[in-house]
């Protein structure tokens, strides 16, 4: 039995100590008995890993797209329903099918797993080269599930990740994420030898959809249907890309390269952001620092208010209760269940095999 440390776990504990204790399934591990709010992020994520399936992106996109408008539909049909899932039904509908419109003229990539499960282990940063020990002597690991790995025409790798929101996020905010760049390099420890590039954050603005005008009809590559580069072709494509790089694909590679490039194209915005040697490898660094602390026999459990992260907190009752200097322990009781001391694993699309048809990976080294 491992100790493992989830991203979405790491985030919390960065966002709230208070939050992470009720809710971490190595404190307290409660969950709310509430119905869980819609997530539209989610599903169209769900959506897109269909779209983007490595094993499907030779398919006709007539084929293709009901399959990921019906993805899109079970993810939010598995919320109860309420006007809040009407919404979200409408908004992510609408906002699909101007991404089928428009993100072809932008997809510069071949698709090459999807929704993968990555695992590494933490480095223990008072010891360098061993890994992290629980008290209890078990191997502490990191754990990621990577929306998209992409190649694009020069055999470079990159993390796509997926979000929307009502507004484009600022560069800095996507230069300073340092959860994508712990990714990377979660992905690069997980697959030896696919050193990655960088990010691409593939946005949709969910705003003024109406006022887009009229949609390319040429695709970036010049190939038909959903653009990008087919599994077939030699250059970007997925199925016969082999585990490293190709020495004849280098030449292609930029002298320089910008370290951000970014383009629109109607609700879509590609921001793609080259991360450094540097900058991949002391991520490893922070998640030691991190994971530490978690683990520390007697950390101070303080809670972060904050406007931006407080009104969607399952526990702010309890945590009201505290602040007042009250017991919250019948709201507790009456609110929240323990939840599994380990997290269920829930397959998606392509996790595991990825779906990568015919994709040589390196397989995952033995930990
Ligand atoms: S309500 Fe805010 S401060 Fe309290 S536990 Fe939740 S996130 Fe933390």
């Known amino acids: 039995m491992d100790y493992r440390v989830s991203a979405q776990e790491r985030a919390t504990f960065k966002r709230c100590r208070r939050q992470w204790d009720f809710g971490s399934i190595h404190r307290q591990r409660l969950q709310t008995l509430d119905p869980a709010p819609i997530d539209l992020n989610q599903a169209i994520r769900d959506a ?11 398919w006709q996109s007539a084929i293709v ?3 990921v408008r019906k993805a899109f539909m079970r993810s939010i049909a598995a919320a109860p329903p309420s006007a809040m899932r ?20 932008i997809d510069d990539f071949g698709p090459l797993k999807i929704e993968s499960d990555v695992e590494v282990l933490v480095p223990d940063i008072r010891e360098p080269g061993r890994g992290l020990l629980s008290a209890d002597g078990q191997r502490v690991l990191y754990t990621e599930r990577v929306a998209m790995v992409a190649a694009d025409a020069a055999d470079e790798y990159w993390v796509v990740l997926h979000s929307v929101g009502p507004e484009w996020r600022d560069v800095e905010n996507l230069l300073l994420d340092e959860a994508s760049i712990a990714a990377c390099w979660a992905w690069e420890q997980t697959y030896l030898g696919m050193d990655v590039a960088g990010t691409i954050y593939n946005e949709m603005r969910c705003a003024a959809l109406e006022n ?5 009809s040429e695709t970036r ?10 599994q077939n072709e030699p250059s970007g494509g997925g199925r016969g890309l082999p585990r490293a790089e190709r020495p004849e694909r280098l030449h292609s590679r930029p002298a320089t390269v910008e370290r951000v490039a970014q383009e629109i194209s109607g609700p879509v915005r590609r921001t793609r952001i080259r991360r450094d040697r540097a900058e991949i490898d002391a991520a490893s660094q922070q998640i030691g620092v991190e994971v530490l602390e978690m683990l520390a026999p007697h ?15 399952a526990f702010v009752a309890p945590c009201l209760a505290i602040m007042q200097g009250c017991d919250p322990t019948v709201d507790l009781a009456s609110r929240f269940r323990q939840g599994p001391a380990a997290v269920p694993y829930e397959p998606r699309l392509g996790a595991g095999g990825g779906g990568g048809r015919n994709i040589s990976l390196p397989g995952p080294p033995q930990l």
């Open 48 to 58: 897109l890993a269909v779209y983007y399936y490595p094993g499907m992106w030779d």
């Open 65 to 67: 797209l009901p399959l």
């Open 86 to 105: 009407m919404e979200a039904l409408d908004l992510g509908t609408e906002l699909l099918e101007r991404y089928f419109d428009w993100a072809p003229s």
């Open 212 to 216: 887009l005008g009229p949609a390319p």
């Open 221 to 230: 590559t010049g190939r038909d249907g959903r653009g990008g580069y087919s």
């Open 299 to 313: 950390l101070a459990l303080y809670p972060t208010p904050a406007p931006e992260h407080c009104p969607d907190c």
